[in-house]
């Protein structure tokens, strides 16, 4: 059991290496890794995984029971298909699973910040705190956390998403039920639009601010500068293309045309 707990963070980590490099990790379970990996009497695959993860800054913590549980059945499938199969391309063998994007915003006097959570079908999340470093509306700022998360999606080739989100304006107008009626918000609008059709399937879910307290701490902590210096400040424009614009029509006539007085005398 124990190399099979290490074997899916190791393939976390090949899947997800730029992320990793980049950023500091949080790991949530219930069985003790940090120790297996710790330990100075590691023989074969653990003690070149252990190396493997040494050179990255990752923190492990407790989870809860419930998500504790989803890492055991994921486990159970694993073990099922045999060693030789990466756990991370098991999704070519059963339906397509969505990830699941929480993202939320927070004001703290003049700054701006937004959280991102990326999660995965199998429980592993992708955190994301960012400073916004210019103005913008509360709701504008709610468009850019979307933004973002859906770019960080897209990074990473995920094809089902499912946003959750607590916002029922943004909801609301990504479902066609409200219209966007300032300027300025239309243009995140649009990109959210377009940035819908990359994707195989795209839900959103509405749910309430409780569920969200993950991305609402990382959006509070970035706009206050905290998070230990992962927060990252986003400048304006630094998110997802435009949409391509409509192509211009022409329109050629295909019949005789009357030359008027340009026309020869016969």
Do not use: C
């Amino acid at each position: 059991m124990a190399e099979k707990l290490v074997l899916v963070l190791v393939n976390a980590k090949k899947k997800l290496q730029l992320y990793f490099e980049a950023h500091s990790v949080t790991v949530y379970t219930d069985f003790p890794i940090w120790k297996i990996l710790s330990k100075p009497d590691l023989l074969g695959r653990l003690t070149k995984w252990a190396i493997e993860l040494g050179i990255y800054d990752i923190e492990y913590r407790p989870r809860a029971a419930k998500k504790g549980q989803v890492m055991a059945d994921f486990l159970v499938k694993i073990e099922s298909f045999g060693e030789q199969h990466d756990p991370f391309q098991m999704s070519q063998l059963r339906p397509p699973s969505s990830w699941m994007l929480y993202t939320d915003r927070s004001t703290n006097a003049s700054r701006l910040g937004i959280g991102i959570v990326l999660q995965t079908p199998t429980g592993l999340r992708v955190e994301k705190p960012l400073r916004l470093g210019f103005q913008v509306t509360n709701n504008e700022a709610e468009y850019k956390a979307w933004l973002q998360g859906l770019e960080l999606a897209l990074h990473f080739g995920v094809e089902n998403i499912a946003v959750k989100t607590n916002s029922q304006l943004i909801a609301g107008q990504v479902r066609g039920n409200f219209e966007v009626k300032e300027p300025r918000l239309h243009r995140y609008f649009s990109k959210v639009m377009w940035a819908k059709t990359r994707f195989s399937n795209f839900d959103i879910e509405p749910i309430p601010k409780e569920m969200n307290q993950r991305a609402d701490e990382l959006a509070k902590s970035a706009s206050i500068g905290g998070t230990a210096g992962r927060t990252e400040v986003l400048l304006e424009g630094e998110n997802m293309e435009d949409p391509p614009q409509t192509p211009a029509r022409y329109v050629f006539a295909t019949g005789a045309a009357d030359e008027g007085w340009m026309k020869p005398i016969t």
